[in-house]
């Protein structure tokens, strides 16, 4: 039998991984972002209170990712998948004919939860089940397919509500998702065979002297440090350029060339992982983040904002792949969705605080200094748990060597 690490298969499945991330995250985490404005527009809604759509998405996908990890894990990740894509794309379809606040939300939790989680733990673990050594170069080039999708789709979003209106462009989503997604999730199966009780590389064998049960909710904790920081960013950045006269599709381009530059980063940060540890180049990717992701505040030309994305995009995606590689390096291959899962729900309800606080502290302050601030106070306390995670590990390491 062929092994694992060793079939062409695997980079099969991480093509369908990159693919499907891009379609359906780069719709949940980020795409409404260019649809704040036109529904402010529309209906005189306050931008906290549409950005709890975007939230309502994402707590979907928290929620669902603990019910799907564990669906994935009996019945299969394709089973999984295939319903997955049809709830996704029936919702955000559904979202063209929405005319309330409640309809919004009601939509978009329903596509979280039963559409973009049958994706997130599902195809990550799925993609490290796969490769018994170099999962870190795998989950850097899946992961990097996810910014590729957030930096994508809310360009073409952007231009489908130029042409179409805003309820055109999210039947237009809604109908791509579908035509795409359904035919990946035949290509989707699961390895022949998993690794041996063995986590794989140097990089991915993180010995740590805490019990299981307490360092997964540990790294939650501290994955719903970073995550409440990159929403912010993610969910406000172009609403803050439209407040300082730049256009709409100018605004569109400076997100895209910040999560394409993403895209080094994510893989970058992954073979990084390979060669000095997940827990190590996780963190180099929060600090990289925290330090920089005040700076968009202190920009008014267009100029300025494309420079300083690319830059702050580089860094800030590397923390995504250093979510993945570390959580992979402390479970089990059998356990692996489920606990993807559990991370996803610390990770995904960052995002979607991240979000609303932003948008809420933009209401009560009128600008987006407080709300990047916020962001700031969220990656120095991801930092310190990360920190406390990583002295335990040499702790143990030093134990276990005298």
């Known amino acids: 039998m062929t092994e694992v690490s060793q079939s062409p298969y695997r980079w099969v499945i991480v093509f369908v991984a990159a693919v499907a991330l891009a379609l359906a995250m780069g719709q949940l985490v980020n795409g409404l972002s260019v649809f704040v404005v036109p529904l402010e527009r529309e209906f005189g809604w306050r931008r906290g209170d549409i950005a709890l759509i975007n939230t309502a998405g994402l707590a979907g996908l928290a929620l669902g990712g603990l019910l799907m990890g564990r669906l994935a894990e009996r019945f299969g990740t394709r089973q999984v998948m295939l319903a997955g894509a049809a709830v996704l794309g029936l919702c955000v379809a559904g979202a063209s004919q929405a005319q309330t606040l409640w309809q919004f939300y009601l939509l978009f939790l329903a596509a979280g939860f039963l559409g973009g989680a049958a994706f997130y733990a599902p195809l990550i673990a799925l993609v490290g089940n796969w490769f018994s050594a170099g999962a870190g170069l795998a989950l850097g080039l899946a992961s990097?397919?996810?910014?590729?999708?957030?930096?994508?789709?809310?360009?073409?979003?952007?231009?489908l509500i130029e042409s179409l209106g805003w309820r055109g462009a999210f039947v237009g989503l809604g109908a791509g998702t579908l035509a795409i997604l359904v035919p990946l999730a035949l290509l989707a199966r699961e390895p022949a065979?998993?690794?041996a009780g063995t986590v794989g590389g140097p990089g991915e064998a993180l010995p740590i002297g805490l019990p299981h049960k307490l360092v997964l909710p540990l790294l939650g904790v501290a994955v719903l440090g970073c995550c409440t920081l990159m929403a912010v960013p993610l969910m406000h950045l172009v609403p803050l350029m439209?407040?300082?006269?730049?256009?709409?599709?100018?605004?569109?381009?400076?997100?895209?060339a910040m999560l394409t530059a993403g895209i080094a980063g994510r893989i970058c940060f992954g073979r990084l992982?390979?060669?000095?540890?997940?827990l190590p180049a996780y963190m180099a990717a929060s600090l990289w983040q925290t330090a920089m992701v005040f700076g968009f505040?202190?920009?008014q030309s267009l100029d300025g904002f494309y420079a300083y994305a690319l830059l702050y995009g580089?860094?800030?995606?590397?923390?995504?792949?250093?979510?993945?590689?570390?959580t992979r390096a402390l479970t089990p291959p059998s356990r692996r969705a489920s606990a993807m899962g559990v991370i996803g729900v610390f990770g995904w309800g960052g995002h979607g605080l991240g979000g609303y606080l932003g948008g809420l502290l933009f209401d009560l302050t009128g600008g987006y200094a407080t709300s990047f601030a916020v962001a700031v106070s969220a990656?120095?306390?991801?930092?310190a748990v990360l920190t406390a995670l990583l002295v335990a590990t040499r702790q143990h390491r030093l134990r276990?060597?005298?």
């Open 242 to 256: 439209l407040g300082r006269g730049v256009p709409a599709a100018d605004a569109g381009g400076v997100m895209l």
């Open 314 to 326: 580089f860094g800030y995606a590397g923390v995504m792949t250093g979510v993945l590689t570390t």
């Open 297 to 299: 505040t202190l920009f």
């Open 379 to 383: 990656g120095l306390f991801n930092l």
């Open 144 to 159: 990097a397919g996810q910014a590729l999708g957030q930096g994508g789709i809310p360009v073409v979003a952007t231009l």
């Open 193 to 195: 065979r998993r690794p």
């Open 273 to 278: 992982a390979d060669r000095i540890g997940a």
């Open 400 to 402: 276990a060597t005298t």
